[in-house]
């Protein structure tokens, strides 16, 4: 058996400088964000994932992650427990205006990264006030051997729903190139492709839906979080709605039984220990800040992950 996840982890920055000067760069933008409370921050992430493999008896082998701003905070995670040094990082710094990027961790016991590159888009601006371009968080693309087999993966975090879905354009244009590129791979027959991330959009908004067909509309992903969100499983909220924009997509190749990973089975983990204790919020992402208030908790959003059953 072997899992892979993903998880938005809402803001890992290193600690502010002190005292914070307003127009330093570095600030994280997060209210009085000190050491003590990046630490705990570390120590909440890895104990998401020691409750993962607590409950599955594994750790996963490939981890996406959204929310870190730069290499440093990846390097102090996988210092913690329960990585313990023995897993790799693919990052690359974006242009994103927060400063935030997407990240896969891997283990190195397991997975060699053949290769990786950062995508990353600009978008035209038209207001005279605010430059000639916009950009975003860039799209994680990193090829990987398991045993024998080549792993493509794609790591991304689509610009967010605001101002009556302004980006809604962005997510579409980033979204369509992520498919022209699993389309080309099909052609030449590379198959084994994972596509991860917080899209912003749930599974049955049609630009999703569209990423799991060709222009023949012949199927070549799955998205097994379709029937999760069915099924009212979310991994975030918004007001009193319930979303699932953490995601993760297959090829056609994991659904073959001659796949030395084949899948078995999607879940939003949403254990007990990592919710809201605030009666109101019940069922939701303990947080670790609401608005400017620090709540000390783990993340906005719940991690989601697929189990594979390995064949020989």
């Not at 009212?232 to 953490?246: A, E, R, V």
């Not at 993340?299 to 390995?310: G, K, L, Q």
Request: with cysteine.
């Amino acid at each position: 058996m072997e899992l892979f996840s993903f998880y938005n982890v809402e803001n890992l920055f290193l600690p502010d400088p002190q005292p914070v000067h307003k127009l330093d760069p570095t600030i994280s933008g997060l209210r009085n964000w000190d050491e003590r409370k990046y630490k705990n921050k570390l120590f909440k992430i890895g104990h998401v994932f020691e409750l993962i493999r607590e409950e599955n008896g594994i750790l996963p082998f490939i981890i996406g992650l959204s929310e870190v701003s730069g290499r440093k905070v990846l390097e102090d995670l996988v210092q913690t427990d329960p990585f313990n040094a023995s897993y790799g990082i693919v990052h690359y710094n974006s242009m994103d205006e927060r400063k935030v990027d997407v990240a896969l961790l891997y283990d190195k016991n397991k997975i060699e990264v053949v290769d990786s590159e950062a995508i990353t888009f600009f978008f035209e601006i038209t207001d005279k006030n605010r430059g000639s371009y916009d950009t975003t968080r860039d799209v994680l693309y990193s090829k990987m051997k398991y045993k024998k087999e080549i792993l493509h993966v794609f790591v991304a975090h689509l610009p967010s729903k605001r101002e009556k879905d302004i980006n809604k354009p962005k997510r579409d244009f980033i979204l369509n190139e992520i498919r022209t590129r699993i389309l080309n791979m099909v052609d030449k027959a590379e198959e084994n492709i994972i596509l991860c991330g917080d899209f912003n959009e749930n599974p049955d908004d049609e630009s999703l839906r569209k990423m799991l067909y060709d222009d023949a509309k012949a199927k070549v992903m799955e998205n097994p979080f379709e029937h999760l969100f069915s099924k009212g499983n979310y991994s975030t909220f918004h007001y009193k709605s319930g979303l699932l924009f953490d995601q993760i997509m297959l090829s056609e190749s994991f659904f073959s039984k001659d796949s030395s990973l084949v899948f078995e089975h999607a879940e939003v983990f949403r254990s007990e220990k990592i919710r809201s204790r605030d009666r109101k919020l019940q069922g939701r992402p303990f947080r670790t800040y609401a608005g400017t208030r620090y709540l000390g908790g783990y993340s906005d959003h719940f991690p989601v992950f697929i189990r594979f059953r390995t064949n020989k």
